[in-house]
């Protein structure tokens, strides 16, 4: 009887299930969109019940229409949009709030306030390798307990991992990983606990907190037809790719081209800080030992190729833009899709979208070429930035995400970058990264096994001349300059 390995993928707008065989192949998906919740303007939430309905019901679904049985499963992987919150009762497990999602911007005005007091802010820095943004989520945890009279001794919280595991475990099992932990600005990424004066300043108590586990470990099991299943791997989204990419050394980097691009440098056991707004993040723990990682991310990526699709309507649908590219022989347009400012390494919310070196010939297919390359350019800036903070300099970019299918785009990143990019056979790094932790423990796979299992589709080698490609990006960082600034 075949063996599988079940990966969970709760993201931010749906629940996935995905089959895994030995190979490592996605033998099947199941797929549930759920409710994205808007109250106020910036508020984003999510039922948590829902979240459930939709995870379980994928599951079973995944189960039932493959007729896998319960004795097939060697053990289950959860990834996670990373961030969001749930705080519940322990005792009825019933959630006292909606959860607060990673985009909910409603404690930006808590996060100003700390960001002014330098001392707590440094600390925050050094401590937990984050930012102080209401991205994160310990001041979303703080706004909830400040809404509830509950007594707190009832309360627990956690990430969407910890969610999970709870409710699949019948709540006998309150955990996380290393690499969910780490983005909630309360753990302390350099002595691995839960930091004493962060909790305390943002009102949690003790016994509200998951206990914090390695990625790849027994979290608990799921009971299905009187069989216990481990739940062996647990990661939040952007590292499970990472691990999923087999970015297993230090000095190996994926960048992941959605909506917004997340690039995450693998960089070994001590951890980078910067200087210039790039994260240091947990990428995983694996037998006790820690692995790193620096994280910079581009907020508009994807979401410029929809915006030529909904606002402009110039294309039908983001494929269309290879196609229209190839009706172009030359780079002069430039666009800057700053529509929310800014980030890494620019740094600036007053920064508008601009569109620079319109001539009286430039058409549609000109301003989607344009678009198309600004993603290839801001992930360059995030990429020198990288190797600059990290003192590491990187071979070659593994990439995913869906704008990774626009292989003009991946052609124009490896001359922007004058680095191979490698992309992926299969394209559910995300899910197969959880899979991966999952296997890992229980001895379904081996370390080597995972390094041999990675399956390159396709290498886009560098191909421009060096003048051409520098005077490219030499035009691009003017354009930047050029929008900076806008609103003040
Ligand atoms: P997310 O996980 O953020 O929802 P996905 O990884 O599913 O994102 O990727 C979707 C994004 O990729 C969309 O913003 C879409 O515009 C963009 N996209 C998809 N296919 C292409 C393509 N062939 N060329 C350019 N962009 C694309």
Same mark, same amino acid.
């Given at each position: ?16 299930? =995905? ?31 829902? =979240? ?50 990673? @985009? ?7 996060? @100003? ?49 910890? &969610? ?29 606990? &839960? ?32 069989? #216990? ?7 939040? %989204? ?31 056991? =001590? ?12 990428? &995983? ?20 190729? #929809? ?5 402009? #309507? ?13 009706? $172009? ?10 529509? $929310? ?19 009286? %010939? ?15 350019? #801001?992930?360059?800036?995030?990429? %020198? ?59 379904? &796979? ?9 399956? @390159? ?32």
């Amino acid at each position: 009887m075949d063996k599988y390995i079940i990966a969970l993928d709760q993201g931010t707008t749906s629940s996935r299930a =995905i089959l895994f065989n030995k190979k490592a192949e996605s033998v099947a998906v199941k797929q549930k969109e759920f409710t994205q919740i808007y109250p106020k303007p910036g508020w984003v939430e999510h039922d948590p019940n829902e =979240i459930l309905r939709t995870q379980f019901e994928v599951l079973d679904e995944l189960l039932r229409e493959n007729a896998v049985k319960a004795e097939q499963i060697e053990a289950i992987g959860i990834t996670n949009q990373r961030e969001t919150i749930v705080v519940w009762d322990k005792h009825t497990g019933k959630p006292i709030y909606n959860a607060i999602v990673w @985009q909910d911007a409603r404690t930006s005005k808590a996060c @100003q306030t700390i960001r002014k007091d330098l001392e707590l802010s440094n600390y925050i820095n050094d401590q937990t390798g984050l930012v102080v943004d209401s991205y994160f989520s310990a001041t979303k945890i703080q706004w909830i307990l400040n809404q509830t009279d509950e007594d707190k001794e009832n309360l627990i919280f956690g990430t969407i991992d910890t &969610w999970l595991l709870w409710n699949l475990t019948k709540g006998k099992s309150h955990a996380t990983d290393y690499s969910n932990a780490s983005r909630t600005m309360l753990f302390n990424i350099h002595s691995l606990e &839960w930091d004493e004066r962060l909790i305390d300043y943002f009102g949690v108590a003790k016994e509200m907190l998951p206990e914090v586990k390695n990625s790849s470990d027994v979290f608990g099991y799921y009971e299905l037809d009187d069989i #216990q299943i481990p739940i062996t791997g647990i990661a939040g %989204d952007q590292q499970a790719a990472l691990f999923g990419q087999g970015c297993f050394e230090k000095g190996q980097a994926k960048n992941t081209y959605g909506t917004g691009c997340f690039m995450l440098m693998n960089t070994g056991e =001590i951890p980078k800080s910067s200087k210039k707004g790039l994260l240091t993040t947990i990428a &995983w723990g694996i037998h006790g030992k820690v692995n790193y990682a620096l994280e910079g991310s581009v907020f508009i990526a994807g979401a410029a190729i #929809q915006w030529l699709r909904d606002e402009l #309507q110039i294309i039908e649908k983001a494929e269309d833009s290879e196609k229209m590219i190839a009706e $172009v022989s030359t780079d002069e347009i430039y666009v800057v899709p700053a529509f $929310v400012g800014l980030g890494a390494p620019h740094w600036d919310e007053d920064a508008r979208g601009t569109v620079f070196g319109l001539t009286r %010939d430039a058409g549609k297919n000109h301003l989607v070429k344009g678009t198309v390359n600004s993603l290839a350019f #801001q992930a360059r800036d995030i990429f %020198d930035l990288m190797e600059k903070e990290s003192g590491i300099e990187l071979k070659e970019l593994a990439v995913d995400g869906g704008a990774s299918q626009n292989n003009y785009l991946m052609q124009f990143q490896a001359d922007i970058l004058n680095k191979d990019i490698v992309k992926p056979l299969n394209h559910e790094t995300t899910a197969l990264g959880a899979a991966f932790l999952a296997g890992l423990h229980t001895g379904f &796979w081996t370390k080597e096994d995972l390094v041999a299992l990675k399956q @390159q589709g396709r290498t886009f080698t560098p191909q421009m001349p060096a003048d051409v490609r520098e005077e490219k990006y030499k035009r691009w960082k003017k354009a930047v300059n050029l929008s900076k600034g806008w609103l003040s």
